[in-house]
């Protein structure tokens, strides 16, 4: 999930690396006019990276559930580290050709962050209230994409105990909204398993609705990762955490 995104911004975050090593950053520091601008660049620059990071070792389907609010923090994390390295004095004033068409190269650089149709399509499903065999089929080339050498089962089971730490990390926090997200999920995976075999249709023991997403609701923990309710957050009516059953 998040592949090109993950890519592209990666490339963007290179670019800065790049031009850094062409400034002496410790010396930059000794001056109070450069100190604290420069610190607030490296705290985005942290934050940046510990969003790829979390793209790369997170659930794909949380991810995936996520979505336009994913796509919304690699939109602020590039501006918010962009607009740092603008106002960092003196770069603009480096005598270095070398710096400059670095730097002229960085803000050339826009890219376009949102989903393909094949992970909204994914997406979609993924947040439906019920799972039809279509739907589960949907969910099997989804994970061959993410998993490409494991078997169904085996990639199942990898986002499956990937879902359980997610759900164990939000419950410390108390996100209880987030939590709901990540039950839902864990239901609809294994709703697709029964419903192969059964080639039925499931329907689940709560009452779910997609919500939307306003850019307010994105905050971005200092490593990374969101906090922020998805743009289409799942809300459950029901607290407890039923099971599901053949309809």
């Known amino acids: ?49 510990g969003l790829v990071n979390s ?16 796509v919304s923090q690699f939109r602020h994390s590039q501006a918010e ?23 002229q190269a960085i803000e050339k650089d826009q890219q376009e962050y949102t989903l393909d149709d094949e992970e909204k399509r994914d997406r979609e499903t993924l947040l439906k209230s019920d799972c039809t065999l279509a739907d589960s089929m949907v969910l099997r080339k989804s994970l061959s ?3 490409p050498d494991m078997a169904f089962e085996e990639a199942l089971q990898t986002e499956s105990d ?8 939000l419950e410390s926090r108390h996100e209880t909204e987030q939590c709901d997200v990540i039950k839902h999920l864990i239901d609809f995976t294994e709703a697709a398993v029964t419903v192969t075999s059964e080639s039925g249709e ?4 709560k009452n779910y609705q997609q919500v939307d997403f306003h850019p307010d609701d994105v905050h971005q923990s200092e490593d990374g990762e969101s906090n922020a309710t998805p743009d289409a957050k799942i809300r459950k009516s029901h607290k407890s955490h039923g099971k599901c059953a053949v309809m």
């Open 145 to 147: 994409r993410r998993y």
């Open 1 to 49: 999930m998040h592949k090109k995104n993950c890519r592209q911004f990666a490339h963007h975050l290179k670019m800065i690396g790049n031009l850094l090593e062409q400034l002496k950053v410790s010396e930059l520091k000794e001056w109070p006019e450069t100190r604290e601008p420069l610190e607030q660049f490296e705290d985005a620059l942290r934050r940046a990276y």
């Open 202 to 205: 499931l329907k689940f023991n």
């Open 162 to 169: 990937k879902l359980q730490k997610e759900l164990q990390r």
């Open 55 to 70: 793209c790369q070792d997170r659930s794909y389907l949380y991810l995936l559930a996520l979505g336009w609010t994913i």
């Open 81 to 103: 580290i962009d607009r740092y390295l603008k106002l960092i004095p003196l770069i603009q004033l480096v005598d270095n050709k070398r710096v400059r068409e670095k730097l």
